[in-house]
């Protein structure tokens, strides 16, 4: 897949079938829209087009400046990929693209950035300024200018927003298990580690402290979880990243009078210096919520029964 983000040298497509979305996790419903494409590009001998905007719309024109994202950038590169599309293409969405009007948005983006051969959108598929663009008049533009228009299925579309707020609800509940339903994949993501207190150390349980890589990426809800903690030796390898077994713990730590937030992961049978090193983690399961113990010693006896029952959702 090839990834565009100047939009001035994208190069000229072969009867490109583009469809448009931010596609915040792409997820099960998202990917039946992007085998959808596929299958439209395949009966014209074209190439497909995904077009996608960072930042989020969201936080420009919307409601919710501080959105939490299920992917950032690069993950989402990763995931369509997966897909097999033939290019994405990432556009800078700021306050001038959000205030162009719907004609400019079809005639001198759409139209004069794609050359499109197809162009799919959803049903209440809205745009331009004031989102005063839809399907009728795309399809007005496509008559005019020499380009098809298909419509994505009501239902794929409903499935498709429903579960993007699903998931992030069910993420921030600690519903896991819902909210990999969904996305058709384990929740993941990557972060670097950093120095900590080091008290887990004190009582048996060492972890590594994760600060994420993007400050928008949604963090589940308070507790602990199963997890597979993702680490390359070596930055520099084309190696796939080594997977360990680990128990991940997100709160403010109670127990010690945490005042902030932190991300936490004791890995099994593991035991080197990985400060500064970036790492993924996919979360596999949810396994109890935060608790408010006695100290440290009640905590140690709590990590021991934590441990078992994560051992016992990663027992393969």
């Known amino acids: 897949m090839q990834v565009h983000r100047n939009l001035t040298s994208l190069p000229k497509f072969h009867h490109a079938v583009v469809t448009i979305g931010t596609f ?31 930042p989020h719309p969201r936080k420009i024109v919307g409601d919710v400046p501080d959105i939490k994202i299920l992917t950032t950038l690069e993950e989402k590169f990763f995931l369509i990929e997966k897909e097999g599309i ?14 162009l009007s ?24 809205h745009f331009g300024h004031d989102r005063t663009g839809n399907f009728a008049l795309l399809e007005k533009y496509g008559k005019a200018l020499g ?35 969904l996305l058709g994949y384990d929740y993941f993501f990557a972060g670097t580690v950093i120095t900590g207190d080091q008290l887990g150390r004190t009582i048996g349980y060492p972890t590594a402290n994760i600060q994420l890589a993007h400050p928008d990426k949604l963090v589940p809800g308070d507790g602990v979880y199963a997890v597979h903690f993702y680490y390359k030796e070596s930055a520099a390898s084309q190696s796939a990243a080594i997977a360990f077994k680990g128990m991940m713990y997100i709160g403010s730590r109670p127990v010690v009078n945490g005042k902030r937030r932190v991300i ?20 596999l399961d949810y396994i109890r919520g935060d608790m408010q113990l006695s100290g440290l010693e009640a905590l140690q006896q709590q990590l021991a029964i934590d441990k078992r029952a994560v051992l016992n959702v990663l027992h393969d």
């Open 24 to 54: 915040d996790g792409v997820h099960i419903g998202h990917r039946t829209i992007l085998q959808q494409l596929k299958s439209e590009a395949a009966t014209v001998n074209g190439e497909t087009v995904v077009i996608t905007f960072h």
């Open 86 to 99: 033939d290019h994405l293409v990432v556009v800078p969405f700021d306050e001038d693209f959000s205030k």
């Open 102 to 125: 719907a004609e400019a948005y079809i005639k001198d983006f759409l139209f004069e950035k794609f050359h499109p051969y197809t162009i799919i959108i959803g049903y209440d598929h």
């Open 147 to 181: 380009f098809f228009v298909k419509e994505i299925p009501v239902q794929l579309i409903e499935a498709a927003a429903i579960s993007s707020t699903r998931i992030r609800k069910a993420l921030l509940q600690c519903d896991i298990a819902t909210a990999k339903h």
């Open 264 to 283: 936490e992961v004791n890995i099994f049978d593991f035991n080197r210096d990985i400060y500064g090193a970036t790492v993924q983690v996919a979360i």
